[in-house]
């Protein structure tokens, strides 16, 4: 493996997009950041990279703390130039309207955009110094359009499209590639399992077609594909499904 000096920062380093998304990027060299709440989660993570040659550091992160964020990164950018950051925080909830609480309202739009505008900005502070860097944000089809239970989430992540868009307007001339990519399907997590069990039954999982859920490798290749673009030819906004997904 031939070492980079370039630091990856992946804000949202679960267990599976951002472990996938952190273990491509140090496979082609880069030294991993990976921020995630209870950082101690990150341990399997970075031994697991380094195991196979690469570098990483796991770090306790609430993407919601603006002096989390400003730490994290600027210990990134300390270590190797931050070449590439990716905001990765989910938050995925579903509740009727109604049942929807403020708390909860409040919550996933911090998760999932307050936290968006945190990471990027401080991102493109560090890199703007140098005059470029890759700043890519994950979304998801709640982006596009709200669906039934949906109100908390789809609100966050309209406002992460729109913080994206506003960024790639102003960065792109910069030299900073800013991307969108629009996860429209399920991930192949235990979360999205769970709850395919609950509303169908374990028979579901049993015969699951294996067009329906998406890998969290086929994301973080689609990361890394972004990552190689050339300056002439960059993508804003990047739809990724499984062939078997309707839309």
């Not at 993570?45 to 994290?72: C, K, P, S, W, Y």
């Not at 699951?208 to 972004?226: C, F, I, K, T």
Request: aromatic residues 10%.
């Amino acid at each position: 493996m031939i070492h980079r000096n370039a630091t990856v920062a992946v804000v949202g380093a679960g267990d599976f997009i951002g472990s996938a998304i952190a273990r491509k990027f140090a496979s082609e060299g880069f030294t991993v950041f990976a921020g995630r709440r209870n950082g101690e989660k990150l341990a399997p993570l970075v031994q697991a990279i380094e195991a196979e040659g690469g570098r990483a550091h796991g770090r306790t992160l609430d993407a919601r703390n603006e002096a989390d964020i400003t730490a994290f990164l600027a210990e990134a950018d300390a270590h190797a130039p931050l070449e590439v950051c990716i905001f990765n925080i989910g938050a995925n909830v579903n509740f009727p309207f109604t049942e929807t609480t403020e708390r909860v309202f409040r919550k996933v739009w911090e998760m999932a955009c307050y936290g968006g505008f945190l990471t990027g900005r401080e991102a493109a502070k560090l890199m703007l110094a140098r005059g470029q860097g890759k700043l890519f944000f994950t979304g998801a089809t709640a982006g596009l359009r709200g669906g039934v239970g949906y109100a908390a989430f789809a609100s966050a992540k309209f406002g992460l499209r729109a913080l994206a868009q506003s960024a790639a307007r102003e960065l792109g001339p910069k030299n900073i590639h800013v991307a969108h990519l629009i996860i429209d399907a399920g991930v192949d997590t235990a979360f999205v399992r769970d709850r395919i069990r609950a509303r169908e039954g374990d028979a579901a999982l049993e015969n699951l077609d294996p067009g329906r859920l998406m890998s969290p490798e086929s994301v973080a290749n689609a990361y890394w594909q972004l990552y190689q673009q050339p300056r002439d030819a960059w993508t804003f906004e990047l739809e990724i499904r499984p062939f078997g997904e309707r839309w």
